[in-house]
Every structure is written in structure tokens, then in C-alpha cells.
């Protein structure tokens, strides 16, 4: 059975950071990219970071480039997000995927939410100003 666990939301003011992580087994997390997605109420679910399975690629999109940083711990089934310079506007629900990493891996596929086959439940973040 696949789990993917987020944690490290929280209450936070704008400016301030968050570190997520999102614990993963049942799978072979080795060779599955893993994406960050967030989701505000009343707003659909947006791409926020994506890493390959390697960690040699990343991909971010641009209103978190240059605050967030997504990483990955292969060893111990754990990708993170790093999230500085919170904005309230960062405000949301954030949810780990993951997905067979060996091919179709892009800028393309990666931000897109039907290409990853598994789900965490999500953690609540809220940036107050």
C-alpha cells in the first residue's frame, strides 16, 4: 500500500519560513519523481515544485522561484520543501505526488497534477500578514 505522509505545515507570518516534508513508502521512491502542489480555497490545485527521481532536475514555478526549494532524501523515502520569504498569498493546502520517475519526465509533464499517480492527504499552511 502507498502512503505519502505530509508534514510541517503551520501558522507562520509573512516573511517567515516552513519547512514541508512529505515521507513517502509502499513504493520505490528511488525512481519516482515527486512533485509539491498547493491547493487555496475556492482555487484549483497549482503546480509549485517538481524534482526527478535523481534530484537533478527541479522545477519550480514562478512566483515560488528563488523562495522555495524542493530536495529529496532517497535513503529515507522523504522529498522536501523548503519555503523562505513567505507570502500571504502562499496561503493553502500542500500536497506531495509522486509518480514513475524513469521516463516522461519534463518541464511539460511534471506540473501537470494528472501525470502523478499517488497522493498525500495534505498540510495546511497559512502565512498571516
Known amino acids: 500500500q502507498v502512503q505519502l505522509v505530509e508534514s510541517g505545515g503551520g501558522l507562520v507570518q509573512a516573511g517567515g519560513s516552513l519547512r514541508l516534508s512529505c515521507a513517502a513508502s509502499?513504493?520505490?521512491?528511488?525512481?519516482?519523481?515527486t512533485g509539491w502542489f498547493r491547493q487555496a480555497p475556492g482555487k484549483e490545485r497549482e503546480f509549485v515544485a517538481a524534482?526527478?527521481?535523481?534530484?537533478?532536475?527541479?522545477y519550480y514555478t514562478d512566483s515560488v522561484k528563488g523562495r522555495f526549494t524542493i530536495s529529496r532524501e532517497n535513503a529515507g523515502n522523504t522529498v522536501y520543501l523548503q519555503m523562505n520569504s513567505l507570502k500571504p498569498e502562499d496561503t493553502a493546502v500542500y500536497y506531495c505526488?509522486?509518480?514513475?520517475?524513469?521516463?516522461?519526465?519534463?518541464?511539460?509533464?511534471?506540473?501537470?497534477?494528472?501525470?502523478?499517480?499517488?497522493w498525500g492527504q495534505g498540510t495546511q499552511v497559512t502565512v498571516s500578514s
Open positions: 524534482i526527478s527521481w535523481s534530484g537533478g532536475n527541479r
Open positions: 509502499g513504493l520505490p521512491f528511488g525512481t519516482y519523481a
Open positions: 505526488a509522486a509518480r514513475p520517475g524513469m521516463s516522461g519526465i519534463s518541464s511539460y509533464t511534471l506540473p501537470r497534477p494528472r501525470e502523478y499517480d499517488y
